[in-house]
């Protein structure tokens, strides 16, 4: 199938218009029809190459949703025109005890990112969101309730379940006391979800200027990390800290936040922290994890969790021109919410 999409040709290049095809339907595959696709920092980290050399020409997005276009004849869950997405992953082994365990982002044989990695069958570089559409196996497609508006969906698939999974495993509940560090794509929909299982929220930013924000979505208030004594007010304050942010930092500024066997979730930056001070951590025999994205089964869950709980992620809405524009904004660290392309906006012809 043949279409159209933006994609950066080289690491220092702007995303352009880029004509390609989409494999022909495997008979457990999918066609979708993209309406909107979400800007994650992972999107520019990549084209960026800040994690290795990249497989040019790049189409990156994995917030990606839409309706069904025609499914393969083992086709068994979708049909065409249902509302469905894809987020980070579109393949895996499905045979290691990772993936029957529906924890895919770890599978012993490496999963295939959406974007920027071999096809397991045909060694053709996948690419992602941000284009017309896209061809996925069936396993690895979400489904959107008919009840939820599909323009404000498609950040849960990244920003969602990155947040709601760490949530999960570290058992927020009823009163758990949770400290988001970063209030762009990831924090923003981490203070939702935290929100919404019953938990006392705190933004931890670097300044108090995103406050308003941070409120209107749930949050009791802003801790500045530039504020020392705040900082030092808040000793022991928290159950559980999720780090959201993309750069290279110092964690040992948060750890003294936690209380007694809290934890300090890294979901942000994958690659090298400032030196891990153990004081804090042997002291109080508190810990710093990392999480990456989370199952499929889990993301299934966490866009069904927002359906029931009417939660939806603060979308702003950019046409595809605007996408070299948006990358400028997301790597000065200012919105408080996601930028969300608007597929209609790109025209085939
Ligand atoms: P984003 O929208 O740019 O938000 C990051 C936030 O971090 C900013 O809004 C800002 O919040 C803070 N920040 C930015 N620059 C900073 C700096 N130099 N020092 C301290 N804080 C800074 O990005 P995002 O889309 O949420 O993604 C965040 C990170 O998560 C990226 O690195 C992305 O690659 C990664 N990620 C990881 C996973 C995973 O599976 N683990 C999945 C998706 C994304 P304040 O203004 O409030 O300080
Ligand atoms: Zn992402
Ligand atoms: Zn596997």
């Known amino acids: 199938m043949k279409t159209l999409g ?3 040709h080289s690491a220092d290049s702007d995303l352009v218009p880029y004509h390609f095809e989409r494999r022909e339907l495997r008979p457990n595959d999918v066609a979708i029809e993209i309406l909107y696709s979400g800007v994650c920092h992972s999107d520019l980290h990549t084209v960026n190459g800040d994690w290795g050399d990249q497989p040019y020409p790049l189409v990156p997005g994995h917030e990606i949703v839409g309706k069904v276009l025609s ?4 086709v068994k869950n979708y049909k065409v025109g249902d509302q469905v997405a894809v987020g980070c992953m579109v393949d895996s082994c499905q045979k ?11 599978c ?13 069958q045909s060694g053709e570089i996948t690419q992602g969101g941000y284009s017309k559409h896209i061809v996925v196996r069936e396993e690895f497609v979400l489904s959107i309730p008919e009840s939820m508006d599909l323009s404000r ?18 058992g927020v509940k009823e009163g758990s006391r949770v400290g988001v560090v970063g209030l762009g794509g990831l924090g923003h929909m981490a203070v939702k979800l935290a929100v919404a299982m019953g938990a006392e929220v705190t933004v931890i930013s670097r300044s108090k200027s995103k406050e308003e924000e941070a409120k209107a979505l749930g949050a009791k208030g802003i801790l500045a990390s530039s504020d020392a004594d705040e900082m030092q007010a808040n000793g022991a304050a928290f159950d559980l800290i999720i780090d959201t942010v993309p750069v290279k930092h110092d964690v040992n500024v948060y750890t003294p936040l936690l209380d007694v066997n809290g ?3 890294i979901v942000g930056q994958v690659g090298p922290l400032e030196e891990l001070m153990s004081v804090p951590l042997v002291f109080n025999r508190r810990s710093v994890a990392g999480s990456l994205i989370g199952g499929i089964k889990e ?14 992620p603060e979308c702003e809405m950019i046409k595809m021109d605007g996408i070299n524009g948006a990358f400028e904004r997301l790597a000065q660290g200012d919105l408080a919410h996601r930028f969300v392309i608007d597929m ?5 012809d």
């Open 108 to 120: 012993r044989h490496g999963m295939t990112p959406t974007y920027g990695a071999p096809d397991r």
């Open 71 to 74: 499914v393969g004849s083992d």
């Open 96 to 106: 290691c005890d990772q993936c029957h365990n529906h924890e895919e982002q770890f």
């Open 344 to 348: 209609s906006s790109l025209s085939v």
């Open 299 to 312: 993301t299934q869950e966490v866009i069904d969790f927002c359906a029931k709980h009417d939660i939806y």
């Open 153 to 170: 969906t498609a950040p849960i698939l990244c920003a969602g379940i990155t947040t709601y999974s760490p949530l999960r495993h570290w």
């Open 6 to 8: 933006y994609a950066a």
């Open 263 to 265: 934890s300090l979730v």
